[in-house]
Every structure is written in C-alpha cells, then in structure tokens.
C-alpha cells in the first residue's frame, strides 16, 4: 500500500472537529451489540454489508441465519456448513437469502483465510483471542497481499474492527465526513491515516470515532453537535469570530451535513435532476401525496436542497447556473425553480444569499456529482 504525507494542518483541522464531538463518541465502539457477536457471523456480517444499508438488508439475514444455526459459532463451524452446499453461492441463497454469485465467492475466501489464522485453536473463546491478536497486529496494507476479489481495503479493516482492532475502515462515510470537513477529496488511505492520527491526537479510540460517525452518516442519528464544518477564509472569518457566530448569522441557509440516505435527500436529488410530480413522486418513494407535501415543509428537505445548491457548482458555476435560468424562463429563477423543488418562491433570494455565503466561506470551491442526470433532464 502506497504510504502517503498527511498534513500537519489537516491532522489538526481534523482532531479540532473531534473534540467538538468528543462528548458524545466515547464507547460507540463497543456499546452497540454487534461487536459481541460469534466469529463466524460476524464474518457474515463483514463480507455481506459491504455496499448494502446494514439495518434493511444485513440485519434480518443474520438474525434468521442465527436462528436457524444457533451452535454455528466457530468459523470452523460456518467452514463445515458451507462445504456442505454445492457451491458458496447456493449456501449464499439458501442460508442468507441472497443471490449474488461474486459476493458467494468473497465470503469463501475471507472464511477459508480467518480459519488459516485460527486452525489451532481448541474453543470459540482462543479462537476470540487469537482473531484479537490478528486484528491488532495485522496493517491495512495486508489486504493487497490477500488479493480477494470484492474484498478492498475498507472491508478488510472492517474485520479487523470486527475480530477487536483499534481503527478504522476508509468506507464512504468516513471520506464524506473528511471531504466535508477539509473541502476536498481524501483517498480511502489518507482517509485512514488522518483519522487514526487526529483520534490519537485527542485521546479517543479511533472505532468510538468511527462508529461514531457510521451511526450519523448511515443511520441518519444527528446530533446537535454535527453542524457546519465549513472552513472559512481569513477575511471571512474575522466578521464571524467563533463558529457559534457563524451558524446564528446564517441559521436558516446554512450548509450542514445531512443523511444522504434519507428520504429527504432523495426526493430533493430526485426534484433537482428530473421535473417530476408529486403524484409521481409518491409512486418513486410508495408514498403518498400528502406525506410528501409534508416532507416538504420539513428542515430536513430544506437543507438538503440547499446542500444540493451548495455542493453542485464552484462559486463561478454557481453564477453561471443562475443567469442560465435567469434567461431561459421570462418570469426568472424564483418562481420556476421554487416550484420544480417544492419550495417557498419567498425564501428564494434567502437560498441564494445562503449559497452565495457558503462559496464566500469555502477555502476552495467544491463541487460534487451527486448522481448522473437523466437524459433530456433539464437543470438550469
């Protein structure tokens, strides 16, 4: 694995957020009951979670594969188990109900290599402690020497928070959390390194912090203390001089991290690529109507607008989209973008003003493809 330079600067920048967070994240890394689970299912839970919402489609799998095998225990035990099917994919189908050949083929090999590591234990609890030794001992550049195809390196240190290790995996919840805090994009690697270093720094565990910030990001659980991390430039900041300051002046429009998964997010992201009704929109999300017309008096749906507005351009692009509008409709922006968002034409010049804000205070302009748009899609 490729060893990196992490910035001093963006060390602190990162270990300053976390002491802000810092009374909420001590134990999340070991209260949640997952952590607790037989070695064998937590292998499950590694392999099968990657890329998929772990509280809809892993959690049910392995409360049913736990039900219908309470003494598959041992990783030896879920070895015997598998060999026991024709082929991983056919256990894959019939014991987790899922059928995904090139994932099948995943769980064999992480299996067949943890069960190497623990062929000379006697009972489940050495095979505890020597699976912890491993986690500790093992580096992140290990994967690359295991090669399993569908197991990169996010995954890999995944399991070794699983099995005990103190660290992190660099999944898309904890490289948004960066790029958001830092205004620029991370690699998975430098994603690791800063957050084991800034954690370190402040004298947190780094899986407290890690989980910490899976709970806010993939379970949508906000906190008071997740507010705006954008980084302010000189000039800027001296009008503004504590961060309290800055999301009282612009409380309303201000840019905050959100739940992308939530259903806010999706009907806003929806709404912003595609003109679309809200009877179609009820029948996209299985809604109804009138819930939808609720959602959208939501803050919740508001900010992930305005987020939209924030993140899709640079300061330049931003303009340039406006004026687009501006001369493609006679009757302006305000009233023909209001009603494709499902907004208050009122609070129009208010979003824009917040925008404007937000590039005014970014260190850099950003801009993020939050999806591909759809064809003949028009976004002015």
């Known amino acids: 694995m490729k060893e990196i ?17 810092s009374p909420n994240i001590p134990g999340f890394g070991s209260v949640d009951p997952a952590w607790a689970r037989p070695p064998a299912v937590l292998v499950i839970d ?13 959690v049910p799998r392995l409360k049913t594969f736990m039900n219908n095998h309470p ?17 991983p994919h056919e256990f894959v189908q019939q014991e987790l109900n899922y059928n995904h050949e090139s994932r099948a083929k995943t769980l064999q090999a992480v299996v067949e290599f943890v ?54 995996k660099p999944d898309v919840h904890i490289i948004r959390f960066l790029y958001e805090l830092l205004n620029r994009r991370v690699s998975e690697v430098e ?16 899986r407290d912090v890690d989980t910490y910030i899976w709970q806010i ?34 409380f309303d429009y201000t840019y905050k991290p959100i739940p992308t998964s939530s259903l806010a997010f999706k009907v806003a992201e929806r709404c912003w690529w595609r003109k679309t009704s809200n009877k179609n929109l009820a029948n996209i999300f299985d809604t109804s109507v009138e819930k939808l017309k609720s959602l959208f008096e939501t803050d919740m749906y508001k900010q992930s607008v305005f987020n939209l507005m924030c993140v899709q351009y640079n300061e330049q692009g931003f303009e340039k989209w406006v004026q687009r509008y501006q001369i493609h409709y006679q009757s ?13 034409e009122a609070k129009h ?32």
């Not at 003494?71 to 082929?87: F, G, I």
């Not at 090669?147 to 992190?168: E, K, P, S």
């Not at 961060?243 to 612009?250: D, F, R």
Request: charged residues 25%; glycine residues 4%.
């Open 5 to 21: 330079n992490i910035a001093e600067a963006d060390v602190a920048a990162v270990a300053t957020r976390l002491k802000q967070l």
């Open 115 to 168: 069960c190497q590591i623990v062929e000379e234990t006697q009972n489940i609890e050495e095979e505890k402690e020597i699976l912890k030794q491993w986690a500790i001992l093992a580096e992140p550049s290990d994967y690359q020497t295991l090669n399993i195809r569908g197991f990169g390196i996010a995954g890999f240190q995944y399991l070794r928070m699983l099995f005990g290790a103190d660290t992190t």
């Open 71 to 87: 003494k598959t225990q041992r990783l030896t035990d879920l070895a015997k188990l598998m060999v026991s099917y024709p082929t």
């Open 332 to 344: 302006g922006m305000a009233p023909v973008f209001s009603q494709r968002m499902k907004l208050d």
């Open 191 to 206: 994603a690791l390194r800063l957050l084991e270093a800034a954690s370190e720094s402040v004298g947190l565990s780094v």
């Open 217 to 250: 990001r993939a379970r949508g659980e906000q906190n008071a203390d997740e507010t705006n991390t954008v980084r302010l430039a000189p000039d800027v900041a001296a009008a503004f001089p504590t961060e309290e300051a800055v999301n009282e002046a612009t």
């Open 46 to 58: 590694c392999v099968l979670s990657l890329n998929r919402n772990y509280d809809t489609f892993l």
């Open 349 to 380: 010049a208010k979003m824009l003003a917040g925008v404007r804000a937000f590039h005014a205070a970014a260190k850099d302009g950003v801009k993020v493809k939050v999806m591909k748009p759809r064809q003949n899609s028009f976004n002015r």
